[in-house]
Structure formats: C-alpha cells, structure tokens
C-alpha cells in the first residue's frame, strides 16, 4: 500500500492546481483518462472521463474544465438530485456527507488499484471508492466498500457501484432487451429529459429481459467504426439498475448498481458491504471499438480459461430431448466424431432414481445416474467417448430442485419460501429454487459437481442450467429481519460456492446456461467459459441476438449451434449452409440428431467444422469489426473478425431477407493493414464454381474502401436453390 503523497513523487498520480490545495488523480489506460479531484476534507469529484489526456491538457484544467461533479453523490444534503448512495445511520438520520481522507494505491495482480478513502462529515461510516486500471487495456473498473463503525446497524437503501456525468448533447444510448428465446435485441435511442432504467428483478437470471450493460454515443445515432463512444458493463449476476437522469443542468447523469427494490441491506457495527464492479471503457472507433476493448479485457481478466481455444461439441438437447440411452448416445457421440468434432454433451434427462427423469417436472437434486436409461452409467459413456476419439460433457441445473424429488422430501426448509404463503413452483410445475444464501445448500451444490468430478475426473465439459427465476420473496434461512438480504445473499452463496468448485476444479470447462440466454453477463463469467446464447438456434434470429450480444461479449465466449431444420423453435426451414455460416461467428457447436441429417447436409457440417478449426484462432481471440447491422433492416448483415497483427481475416456476410430484384449494399471492410496484400479464399463453398475473386490478391486499401461485391444467389443446380444466402470469406496475408 503506497501513500498519496508517494504517488506524487512517482507520478503514479499527476496532481495539478485546480483550486487552492486541489488534489487531481489521473488514472489513465493507453487510450483514456480519468481524471478525478481529491481534495482532502471535500467530496471526490470527477473532472473527466474521455481520450487520453497529456500533461498540457491537466495543467488546463485550472481554468478549462466545467464538470466538477460528485463522483459519488450520496443523500441528503440538496436532496432534489439522484445519488448512487443512501444510508440511515443508526440514528434514523438519512442525510449523508462525504469528504476525502486519504488517498491509497497498491499493485494487484499486475493491475493499479486506486482507493479513495472518504468518511461522513459527523459519522463513523467510511465510504472507499476503488478504481482499478489494467496496463493494456482500455478499461477502468470501479466499485465501492461501505464500512459501519456506528454503534448500531446502518440501512444501505441505495447503494451504487459508480456515478458518471455525460455532458448532454446529441447522446444516445444502445441497450440490450428481450425475452426467452428473443434474447439481445438492440436498442439505439437519443436521450431526452427524463429518466430511462434499465433493470432486472428475476433473482437469479439477469440477461433475459435486458443486459447490464450500455453504450452512449457522444456524437449521435451510433456508428460501428467511427464516433466517440462511452460503454459500461455492470459485472454481477444478480438483480441490478442502471438509470439515466437527464435533469435541468448540462449533464445526462449514469448511475449502475445492485437493483436496490426490496434489498436494501442492514450493515452491522464494523461490516463492510463490497458492490460489484462497474467496468467503464471509451473509444473514438465507435460502437466496435468500444466492444473491442471490452473483448480483449474480458477474454484476459474475467472470463474463465478466456485464452483457451473451445472445442467444436454436438449437444444432445435438441436432438432427442429426454429420450437419453446408451445406444443413442454413442450413436452421437461416433456421428460427432465422424464429422470431426470434438466433444459431445449428454443434455438433460441422464439422472433420478425413486423419481426417474423423463419430463421436465421431477428429479431435479436429485443427481444419480438412471441405470434403466444408462446401465453403464457415466464410466460407460466415458469409455464410448474416448473409443470415439472425443471429450464428454453432462448437463446439470444445481441450483433447482423439483417438489418431485428426494430432496425435497427430505428438506423442504432448502428452498426459497416465503412463511405463511404456499410453495410457488415454475417450470413443470414443480420446479423451485433452492436457497443459496444458506450455507448447507452452499455445500449441496458444491458436491453435485465436486462429487461428479471426483467419480468421473474425465468429465471434460459441464453444462450448468438454470430454468426458474425466484418466484416468491423469502428465505427460510435469512432471520426475519433480514429478508431484504435474499436477492444479495442468494448470489453471494453462489459466488462462494462457485469459488470452491473452480478452486477444486479448475480445468473443466462450463457452460452458464439459464433459460438460454439468461446468464450472458460479465458477473458470472469468471467461473465460466461460455454462456449459451439463447434456446432459439434459428439462424435468422441468431444473426440478431448474437450482433446484440456481441457489443459486450466476445465470440469465444458465445455458443452457437447448426440446429436441424425445420427450426425447432420458429419452425422456419433453414439451409445447412446458412446454419453452418451463422454458427461459425461464435464458439461452433451442433445442435440436432446427426442420424437425422442426409449425406449432403451432413457434408457441409463437416466441411464447417474443418474450416472453422482453420479459423478458429481468428475468431475466438481476433478484433472484431461490425460492419452492417441486421437491425438497420438493408437486407444483409456482415461483421469480420481480424488477428491483432492484422495478418489473417475472416468475413461473415448474411442475407437477411430476400425480394426480386433488390438492390443490397456493398460492404467495405475494416481493420486490416492498408498496406499488406490479402488473398482471398471463401470456406463452405457450395458453388458449383467458385467465386470471382477466388484466389485473387487485394489491398488492404482497397477492401476497406470498397469490399467485394458479393453476389445475392448461388451458382448451384437449380433444385439446390433456395432464398437465403451467406458466404465466410478468409483474407490471408500473402508474404
């Protein structure tokens, strides 16, 4: 821990005079600053947040700066306005004011930690706002510690993990909304005075209706690859808020927390509460340069094993949902293989023995193998895969229980219950949620993995479902007042339990699948490797989810599986090409029943997954660049992903719909070196010859000036045609 004052000397913090005995931190990453006011014996006060800025540009700020926010407004005193925080102190006082004490920095983990120590201006309540800054990435994360040294408790009623004011303009804000199966639809809107939320209240998924993360766009309607773009990526599982208050003054004023409704939290004499993390980037690339550095951040510093290549899977789900038995099973797993795939996954309906798993409306908790379905059992399915030269992976939902199960009939006390009410029960009928702020079921859940683990240590892969919100507000383990504690404790015990899995078991992979696309957040990614997308695999509305998704996660990170068709949820009939192209943006997987499949379907998913290995690198750890969205309704979507040395490329291009004579845009590229030499070669041709520019050399100038012109249809046999069309193309440096 060092010292403000040695800051000073080493310049770890530049201080300039901004107002007598000013104090200015400058916490800057290689592109962005933010500058912050610490003067001791006031409130902290932000000045900047923006483009990197030099010594000139901070020995300006004398005279030139007009915002001088508080960076952590709490309540009170000029009550009128929003605050990130609200207490009432073991008084019943509700007012608080904050004043700079110290200021401390420390190296962790290669990263500056900057703690700005503040306290009330009568009361023992301290408040440190941290912010954290990676060498190397454009990304800035803060959060907050509450300490009470009162004599009684102290009532956090809002409790914020950071404040940011935008300087109002022609600012908009992109924002992520949807429902089961319609996951990350996009949303790009000007702000105007007023207050825009954005929440989530399900308790244990929080990426279904809406996402915790935002763009703003300082320079209006938002572009992908210029503009002045600030996005903030709130990094918790759990129920959250994110508002805008555009008030009568120059500023759009961010807040972004913990949903504080029906939580507010009771903070004994000398505990401390830690909020999450709010991550916070800037980029004059526009949107794509701010999802860039939110991709190369998270790949390396929060999703687990983010630099490890994800292997291609053939999951069971969809293929025969749960009518699960040996022979089908490694039937699957040699389909994969044959196709060259890599690991099979055996989806629900494995497990239960007093209550056997053959619907979705028992035996959940209930982890035991059914030996009627699986005589062999996992050892079984194990040694079929390894003959089979592939890695197997099982489906799980620890968090859930079904009323059908034994152990619910054994402790009932394990699930979240409100007294005096009836039992709410979701999915089947059954299902409910087993409470996790108690540390008992902390322990079962830890041992329905620890234990499949430990028997089966060859166990390569998990899927980790969660399939019920909390459905009524109690804790048959939290005291009676503390029940506002369960949505925060909830995720806490998970957060626990989950330490203890990856401590003992590092290298599986999992998969955070809730519903589909309900655990697609920054929060939970540390202790996983993936999330699933969405149970929707229509590859027409995956263009769009996964567009949307992509602005705050990167494809390493987003599964995406061919599905049979007719699709099984929109029961639209799409062609394996165009299944197979849309799949290869994200972490390639298979959706479906190989045996289902004719020679020719299953021709094109081999040849997928054999040039999805080529590209795999390029797409799992590359720069992406957005290039026309779907939402912009042109009738073609397209996004490319280019290595950091710009040596090797490749180029996603879907129709989007399909009318006579119509006129789509050429689309120019981005990202590659104006100066290299590309070759051109396109994967998954099903032509009958190939492209004209097949094989041909281009500039990186002109790609990105002009692109290719790509054609609208197929040179296939006429009974091949259909009305959808895509084309991959790789872009190689020629040396």
């Not at 500058?35 to 483009?51: E, F, M, N, S």
């Not at 879907?654 to 119509?662: I, V, Y």
Request: hydrophobic share 35%; net charge negative.
């Amino acid at each position: 821990m060092k010292s403000f004052s040695y800051l000073l000397l080493t310049g770890l913090i530049s201080i300039t005079p901004f107002a007598l005995n000013a104090e200015l931190i400058n916490l800057s990453t290689p592109k962005t600053s933010l500058v912050l006011d610490a003067t001791k014996g006031q409130p902290l006060r932000i000045l900047h947040y923006g483009d990197k800025l030099n010594k000139q540009d901070m020995d300006g700020f004398r005279t030139s700066t007009s915002v001088h926010h508080e960076a952590y407004p709490a309540y009170g005193i000029y009550p009128q306005g929003e605050a990130a925080l609200s207490v009432t102190h073991s008084d019943g006082n509700r007012t608080t004011q904050l004043e700079v004490i110290d200021v401390e920095t420390e190296e962790i983990d290669g990263a500056t930690v900057t703690k700005v120590k503040m306290k009330d201006k009568f009361y023992p309540f301290e408040v440190n706002v941290n912010y954290k800054v990676r060498p190397n990435y454009d990304v800035i994360e803060t959060w907050v510690d509450l300490t009470n040294n009162e004599k009684g408790n102290v009532t956090l009623n809002r409790f914020m993990s950071g404040y940011l004011p935008i300087r109002y303009g022609n600012v908009w804000l992109s924002s992520l909304y949807g429902t089961w199966a319609n996951e990350a639809e996009l949303t790009e809107e000007p702000l105007s005075h007023g207050v825009k939320m954005i929440k989530n209240k399900d308790g244990v998924r929080n990426s279904h209706t809406a996402h915790g993360e935002v763009m703003f766009s300082l320079d209006g309607k938002p572009q992908e690859n210029t503009g002045r773009i600030i996005g903030a990526a709130l990094c918790y599982p759990g129920n959250y808020k994110l508002f805008v208050d555009t008030d009568d003054s120059d500023f759009h004023h961010f807040f972004a927390g913990i949903n504080e409704e029906n939580s507010e939290y009771h903070l004994k004499k000398g505990e401390t509460f830690t909020t999450p993390e709010l991550a916070l980037t800037y980029s004059e690339e526009g949107l794509s340069g701010a999802s860039r550095n939110f991709h190369k951040w998270g790949r390396d510093n929060r999703l687990h094993a983010g630099n490890k290549e994800r292997k291609v899977l053939l999951n069971s789900w969809e293929g025969v949902y749960f009518d699960i038995n040996e022979p089908v099973m490694a039937g699957m797993m040699e389909d994969i293989a044959s196709m060259g795939g890599e690991l099979f996954v055996m989806d629900d309906g494995w497990f239960g023995d007093k209550y056997p798993r053959n619907v979705d409306n028992s035996s959940l908790g209930d982890w035991v193998v059914d030996k009627n379905k699986l005589p062999q059992g996992i050892n079984g399915l194990l040694e079929t895969a390894k003959k089979n030269g592939v890695s197997f992976g099982i489906w799980i939902e620890p968090e859930m229980a079904n009323t059908v199960s034994e152990l619910y009939e054994k402790h009932p006390e394990y699930i979240v219950k409100a007294p005096n009410r009836p039992v709410i029960e979701g999915r089947g009928g059954t299902q409910v949620v087993l409470d996790l702020s108690n540390p008992k079921v902390q322990d079962i859940v830890f041992e329905v993995v620890d234990t499949l683990m430990t028997k089966y240590p060859e166990i390569d892969y998990i899927k980790w479902d969660a399939n019920a919100p909390i459905m009524e507000h109690g804790s048959q383990y939290l005291s009676a007042d503390n029940q506002s504690h369960l949505y925060i404790d909830y995720h806490k015990g998970l957060m626990k339990t989950l330490d203890r899995i990856r401590e003992a078991h590092p290298d599986v992979t999992i998969q955070a699948c809730a519903s589909g696309g309900g655990r697609a957040n920054w929060g939970i990614l540390p202790w996983f490797d993936e999330f699933w997308t969405s149970d929707n695999n229509d590859a027409l509305q995956r263009v769009y989810m996964q567009w949307g998704t992509s602005y705050f996660f990167p494809a390493i990170a987003m599964a995406s599986h061919i599905s049979a068709s007719p699709n099984h949820q929109t029961f639209r009939r799409i062609p394996t090409k165009f299944r197979a192209d849309v799949a290869m943006s994200g972490r390639l997987g298979l959706e479906m029943q190989p045996k289902d499949m004719n020679d020719e379907d299953r021709a094109i998913c081999k040849q997928a997954i054999e040039d999805y290995k080529k590209i795999r690198p390029i797409v799992q750890f590359g720069d992406l660049y957005r290039l026309q969205s779907p939402f912009d309704k042109k009738g073609v979507a397209s996004l490319m992903y280019v290595t950091p040395e710009k040596e090797d490329a490749v180029f996603f291009w879907w129709k989007t719909e399909t009318f006579m004579n119509q006129q789509l845009p050429r689309i120019p590229m981005a990202g590659l070196d104006p100066e290299k030499e590309y070759v051109v070669t396109e994967l998954n041709r099903i032509d009958n010859e190939p492209l004209p520019f097949e094989g041909k050399k281009f500039t990186g100038k002109f790609l990105m000036s002009n692109g290719l012109e790509i054609p609208l249809t197929y040179k296939v046999d006429y009974h091949k045609n259909t009305d959808f069309a895509s084309r991959v193309l790789r872009l190689t440096e020629t040396k």
